[in-house]
């Protein structure tokens, strides 16, 4: 775990396709934090680390696309 105080797995979501989304909080060494996304698809990994600010501006937009597509 180079460089991370701690990696917490808070939810795991079946996508789509046979892929798993994992919402993990990981804590880097000097108190910051990330929420990171991890896509697993069969033996592939995709890490996404997203700040606050970053992850404000997706949840509007997911929250745009939701609404137009109820």
Known sequence: MSGHESITDLEVINAPW??????Q???YEGGVKMLRLRIK???RFT???LDPATLEGLT???RKWL???E
């Open 60 to 62: 509007g937009s997911f």
């Open 67 to 69: 609404d137009s597509n």
């Open 41 to 43: 698809e069969g033996m």
């Open 25 to 27: 909080e990981v804590a």
């Open 47 to 49: 890490d996404l680390e």
């Open 18 to 23: 046979n892929k798993t989304v994992t919402l």
